[in-house]
């Protein structure tokens, strides 16, 4: 079945970059995507894009999609502490969406 | 708009008893309502798949008779937790899709409520 891997923790300093990678089995994905978690709540959608799109920007998110390797990242500039949360890549090819593992980002000051 | 709520937003409950989680979407008709169970520190994997006025699909592994879905109107899905035992302890949550709804203009965007954490004991 389709598999969705993300490693597991990322910690940066407040104001530097942060990129969070996401690795795929299923290529006839349509959509990916990236959801934020915040503790003890739902997931918010930040970002998708469409398989046949290498980059997607918007604002302090800019996401890559390599399809050859089946690999996506997310990256955010000037990394907040309010960013801190569980990032969880996606991806669909009906109307069910296979999650990853999740990345755990912690920012610190 | 496209808000999703979800009641209770936690529960305690004894073993052997049953829990109601109610799923709602407040703005929009979601033709779609989706269950999720979340593990501390796993993903989210889905359970169910449930379109108003039908049964609901359930995913392998799941166990429709203890886990029952009702999609009974448009902006209400409920999931019943049968003979709770510790190990369905969980944070349980749904989300809800339409057509051509969402600030992305996807096509079937789901909009998540906050979760339902509950703690079987």
């Known amino acids: 079945g389709e598999d969705v891997e993300q490693s597991l923790f990322l910690s940066v300093r407040e104001g530097d970059s942060s990129v969070i990678n996401c690795t795929y089995t299923?290529?006839?994905?349509?959509?990916l995507y990236w959801y934020k978690q915040e503790p003890g709540a739902g997931l918010q959608l930040l970002t998708y894009?469409?398989?046949?799109?290498d980059m997607k920007q918007d604002q302090r998110l800019t996401v890559l999609l390599n399809k050859k390797d089946k690999h996506l990242s997310l990256r955010i500039a000037d990394t907040q502490t309010g960013d801190s949360a569980i990032y969880f890549c996606?991806?669909?090819?009906?109307?069910?969406?296979?999650f990853g593992t999740g990345t755990r980002l912690q920012v610190f000051p | 708009g496209a808000v999703v709520s979800q009641h209770p937003s936690w529960v305690i409950c004894k073993s052997g008893t049953s829990v109601k989680i109610e799923c709602r979407s407040l703005?929009?008709?979601?033709?779609?309502m989706f269950w999720y169970r979340q593990f501390p520190k796993q993903s989210l994997m889905l359970m169910a798949t449930?379109?108003?006025?039908?049964?609901?699909?359930?995913e392998q592994g799941v166990e429709k008779d203890k886990f029952l879905i009702n999609h009974a109107s448009l902006t209400l899905s409920t999931l019943t937790v049968t003979s709770a035992h510790p190990e369905d302890s969980s944070f349980y949550i749904c989300?809800?899709?339409?057509?051509?709804?969402?600030?992305?203009?996807?096509?079937?965007?789901?909009?998540f409520g906050p979760g339902t954490r509950l703690t079987v004991l």
């Open positions: 989300s809800a899709s339409t057509t051509g709804l969402g600030a992305f203009q996807h096509f079937n965007e789901q909009f």
């Open positions: 299923d290529s006839s994905s349509t959509y």
């Open positions: 894009i469409f398989s046949n799109m």
């Open positions: 996606a991806e669909s090819d009906t109307d069910k969406l296979i």
């Open positions: 703005d929009f008709q979601a033709t779609t």
């Open positions: 449930s379109n108003e006025g039908s049964k609901a699909t359930y």
